[in-house]
């Protein structure tokens, strides 16, 4: 039986290829991948999307958030980092399968009403947030989360839980599993080598905090007399499965070795900047290093949002600034860091982040007679992506072949069902 073809007919293609092609044409869809990608499609179709005047592009690729924390959405703002802390470890603390479900089902919905097709998670409790994911059709890297055994309020050993998780659920179809370290704070050598061992066993992503803070660099270095990049590149634990969320507080060494890993960083400026945490990645240098560049909201309790569009434009905005130079993070590399990066940092990179035949078909259609998008020209299109854009402007996505969303509306979730999972889920987390 012959696989369902669709083409996509008119629209301005930014492809991401190695040219960075972008045209007016047509993309077709057979299945899972990407059949064809240029000026006409001639081939028989089974259903046909006009696009003319609007934009396709590469699914985005969200490299650190806490998708169940989305329900706990402005339970902690506007705090002192401490104190944000605290408020947050006592919601966290207190959690039930049912409304880490809500608030998974609920972030999933967003991020997809957003353009991001693949998104990599640390939490635990990975295989219910997974629920969440293969419903609304996402490709979800569920990294679970592991520190000491003596630190954390997992029942039973967390590296244990963590292996558990990744053996049940390898081989989904849009899931991956992984492991992820909470950060040096709570992982000790033993955690870290222990996390590294089971990632290189099973092939499966390591995610991290890395240097969010001040404050958690020199407490790491008066304890062990380094920082904590450069302790953990001593220790091997980083690696090209390596993805390190935050890495604000960085020297040019730490960078240099992380390069040399070949490890992906995943920048979440907006969380840095709500709060108030200082610093900013040098970029530069970590590119210069050889490491991979992707983004991340992070979660909603420290972003309020996980619209990716917007993330790629405060990163470049916040690297611009802090530099005194508009040259940097230019809007073609954030729109690279935002898809190909991502891809690169999942271990994807030969099957999403560029509309290429062979590739999986993920793909974002975004609305492009919106005024916000006008004028467009092709010398314009991703700089109109990156400056001019939001997740309003999106209007359908399709993952790995599945259309998510078609006409700004969801078609594989019941929003209003979530929604109302969500209040529920709020308000008894703040009760308790």
């Known amino acids: 039986m012959s696989e369902r073809i669709t083409a996509v007919r008119g629209a301005w293609v930014v492809s991401q290829d190695a040219e960075r092609s972008v045209f007016k044409g047509d993309v077709a869809i057979e299945g899972e991948r990407v059949a064809y990608a240029g000026p006409s499609y001639e081939g028989a179709w089974d259903e046909e999307i006009d696009a003319r005047g609007d934009i396709v592009m590469p699914g985005l690729v969200n490299t650190h958030t806490h998708v169940a924390m989305t329900v706990m959405k402005g339970a902690a703002d506007d705090l002192a980092f401490p104190d944000f802390l605290s408020r947050v470890f006592a919601i966290d ?208 309790s420290t972003n309020n949002s996980l619209d990716m569009l917007a993330e790629a434009k405060t990163l470049g905005l916040l690297q611009k600034s802090s530099r005194w130079d508009p040259t940097v993070a230019t809007a073609q590399q954030l729109l690279d860091f935002a898809t190909l990066g991502g891809a690169r940092a999942v271990g994807m990179g030969d099957m999403i982040g560029s509309i290429e035949p062979g590739k999986y078909a993920d793909l974002v259609i975004l609305d492009g007679h919106a005024p916000n998008m006008r004028p467009l020209v092709a010398e314009n299109v991703v700089s109109n992506i990156i400056y001019s854009s939001s997740a309003a402007n999106v209007k359908t996505v399709m993952c790995q072949g599945d259309v998510l969303v078609r006409d700004g509306e969801a078609v594989r979730v019941d929003v209003e069902d979530v929604l109302a999972g969500a209040e529920d889920a709020w308000s008894s987390l703040c009760r308790r």
Request: with cysteine; hydrophobic share 40%; aromatic share 4%.
């Open 93 to 300: 603390s207190d959690r039930t399968d049912g409304d880490i479900l809500a608030g998974a089902r609920l972030g999933c919905a967003e991020m997809a009403l957003g353009g991001t097709t693949t998104f990599v998670d640390m939490y635990y409790s990975e295989d219910v947030v997974a629920g969440a994911v293969e419903e609304a059709g996402l490709r979800g890297v569920l990294c679970w989360c592991v520190l000491d055994d003596d630190k954390t309020t997992q029942r039973g050993s967390p590296i244990d839980n963590c292996r558990r998780f990744i053996d049940g659920f390898a081989g989904r179809r849009k899931i991956v599993p992984g492991a992820a370290l909470q950060g040096v704070y709570v992982c000790g050598e033993e955690t870290c080598a222990a996390a590294k061992a089971l990632s290189d066993e099973k092939e499966a992503p390591l995610a991290l905090h890395l240097s969010e803070t001040r404050g958690e660099v020199n407490e790491h270095r008066r304890k062990t007399g380094m920082r904590p990049a450069e302790w953990l590149a001593d220790k091997g634990v980083l690696g090209p499965r390596a993805i390190a969320a935050h890495s604000a507080w960085l020297t040019l060494a730490e960078a240099r070795a992380m390069g040399a890993t070949g490890m992906s960083v995943s920048l979440c400026p907006v969380s840095n900047m709500k709060l108030a945490t200082g610093g900013v990645a040098p970029l530069p240098e970590l590119m210069g290093s050889g490491a991979g560049i992707s983004i991340g909201t992070d979660g909603s």
